[in-house]
């Protein structure tokens, strides 16, 4: 265990002498902790007092006293420099002495959370060397994660570093290959198959809980699988022996280890591109030589302090027991920004559940994971009417939470602490089960059995409770971190229904740190207007160099337009201060303040020089033939702007003419230069033809590629005809099932495959517009073979980026598809975009 070298501030702070002892450093830390949360005034201050003493001892029994130490060490740092972190994530939320010293949010006696979810005293042991060091095994250890600010993550790990000098490196991972992986990549290159085969070959493995079986037990369980073994043998041959072996390395996202000696004299050691060390070990080897410490950056943080720092307020002010602030779950159509609610699957059962209280929200996080969704519509049910299927009416206080269903952990330990159970013995028989310990498991049962006759219970509730726990197993989830994360939940929630305008700020302005920024852009726009807040364009007199607020609305930030670099954006705020006469002006100013061409021209795409004429493929062929000038013939240009109305190729119409002449009686403009400008012209001339074309089309494609939205036409507006309306994609909600609808979009995904039941082909598109995104199926249906016949016919399958007209019919979430029209016309950033 590292040594912690507590500072001598925190000893007066408590007021206690330096000598004592660490254990009586975080005694006295609780007590702090207890007068500030006012618990010494509790009616159940004993409750409190009685857990704090048993988990102190067992921390001390246990030797993770340190281990607690240097968490605290770490948030009181965060909370001491204003660095926001998270309620808590995962069972060490479970803990009140953590709560008590900042370490969590969450007091588990409230919400009723078990300390024996985080600490196992059966499993973790400490060893006396022969040193007289206290030794643990890491991997048995207590693990503490932590949740902190994505833009000030790298101050805490700065801080872990400076601590504990010389002593930390990064964490190697291993990435391997999976069955799924292995069937693929074989069937591609030993087997020659093309990528729609082997898709489906590895569709055969079947999943437990989302995770594809193994190959042996894939070719037990599925007759499709072991007939493509019977019919590609070589490529099962090599798969066999190359599954489960090591595909890449790469660097844990956020742990970092802690030893208590030098980290190189405790394990291999090498270095990142970036010039970090990192183990030479992975995870599970570096657990049993240095304590590990998982610090995560979560942008919802970033977004949540920066909304609550324009409203002067802050998080743990929020209240998420004011169940009068639910209402936005009650119909919620805008999921953009909302904690683990953004996901599709977890806004979808949030519709259905319509989460009243924190409890529900928890419930609502922890069923949107594979296996437990198959509860969803009871609970919804459950949630509506209070009605209930009960197991056995002695376990109903126990599942009647959940509607009867077991979905968290806990609900196995209060249910095997109610039949008369240690927690520390429930906490052992739930892992045994989840992790299906056969050999251990008979054992178990028998002395769950037992246990039920010895407390003279009913004997059928052995039975249903080892039926219930078996089968929840792979997918019931820690309440304690359920918890933790409903409430960041409720604070994204409350905070954008109540102030949007700050929070959708907040939220663009973190878009920058996603790996496609204009992506998150294009996801945030179309519910803004849901809010009647409208998202203006860049500006070069009113944008800031991040988004801002303007009046109701929100202004674009000009670092955000795609092109303009953080190295350009100093000179384009010197360039946007200084008037501007004509385009000339704009195209010297731009050079003087160290904006290239491309620059430029992307402030021109994006509209921000419309003053100067609406053309805006004119005026970028006009940029790029000036940006090809030497300065003698820029200056002749300009001195003569005014006479041809500062039109560019007016201009050079004249010196080609020889009209330019120089002090030396030269002409400023030589044949040999005239012919080099017009080779340069004509390739420039070949965008400008193609986009001058179509022009509406133009502008929506110009802002959407640099922006992430269009705020000069949407995509009907381009396209829409007297005689043909499009439904926009957010208005499909509206509409009954087997509607006609008639819409047109942008396509993201495109997926083609063939169906497990009918082995029949078919098309998956994520369709896209400016209020909102759906899913389209081309396929063949047994009233026609429409997929077949338009791929029979020559019918061309969309790509990423087309756009397309879809006609068909509405079904649930889905549009399924009659018909499908690529649009043709084509609008070029570069010349590589005329290929």
Known sequence: MPSINIEPRFYEQLEVSPDISNYEFLRRLCWRGVQEKGIDKFPNKSEYYERIKRELETFNELGFIEYVLLNWEVHNYCIEQSIPKGFGRGSCSGSLVLFLCGVTNVDPIKYDLFFERFVSKSRAKKIIGEDGKIYLDGSLLADVDSDIAYDRRQEVIKFIEQRHFGRTAKILTVGTLSSKLVIRECGKIVGNLPEEDVGLISDYIPKVFNIP???????????????????????????????????????????????????????????????????????????????????????????????????GIKMTELNPEDEKNYWPFQNLTAPQGLFQVETDATFRICQKVKPRNLGHLSSVIAISRPGAMQFSDKYAKYVETGEFQSPHEYLDDVFKKTGGNCIFQEQILRALNKVGF?????????????????????????????????????????????KIMSDSANYSFAEVHSIAYSMLTYATMYLKFNYPKQFFLSLLKMAKNEQDSLEEISKITPELALFNIRLLPPDLSKSQKDFSIEGGDIRYGLSSIKGVSEKSIDGLLEFRGQNFDNKYDVFVAAKNCGLNIAVVCALIQAGCLDSFGEDRPLMILEAQMFHQLNENEKNAI????????????????????????????????????????????????????????????????????????????????????????????????????????RTVGVVGEVKKAKSKKTNESYLRIDLSDDTGKTSCLFMDTQKGRKFSDYVDNGGIIPKEDDVVVIVGKKSKDIIFVDKISIMTERIALKLKDLK
């Not at 429930?426 to 037992?450: A, Q, S, Y």
């Open 213 to 311: 079986m193994e190959l042996k037990d894939a070719l037990k369980e599925s007759d499709k699988f072991k007939e493509a073994e019977r019919k590609y043998p070589a490529v099962f041959k090599i798969a066999k022996k190359l599954e489960g072996l090591i595909k890449n390395t790469g660097v844990h996202a956020s742990g970092i280890a802690i030893s208590a000696e030098s980290i190189q004299d405790t394990m291999p050691i090498q270095k990142t591109k970036d010039g970090d060390l990192v183990s030479g070990f992975e995870m599970n080897d570096v657990a049993s030589l240095a304590v590990k410490f998982d610090i995560l950056g979560l942008k919802t943080l970033t977004v949540v302090e920066d909304c609550c720092k324009q409203l």
């Open 422 to 466: 240690e927690l520390e013995t429930c906490e052992i028989i739930r892992k045994i089960i989840g992790k299906k310990l056969v050999d251990k498991m008979p054992e178990w049962e028998k002395n769950l059995k037992d246990k039920i006759q010895e407390q003279k219970l009913d004997p059928k509730i052995a039975d249903i409770l080892w």
């Open 638 to 741: 300009i001195e003569d702007g005014e006479n041809h109305s500062y039109n560019l190729f007016e201009g050079l119409k004249d010196a080609s003419s020889g009209k330019y002449i120089n002090a030396k009686g030269k002409s400023v403009f030589t044949e040999k230069r005239i012919e080099k400008l017009r080779a340069e012209h004509a390739k420039f001339k070949q965008i400008f033809d193609q986009n001058q074309k179509h022009h509406k089309l133009c502008n929506w494609y110009f802002e959407k590629k640099l922006l992430g939205y269009s705020y000069s036409y949407s995509l009907r507006e381009v396209f829409e005809e007297p005689k043909n309306s499009f439904t926009p994609i957010l208005e499909l909600q509206s509409l009954e099932d087997n509607d006609f609808v």
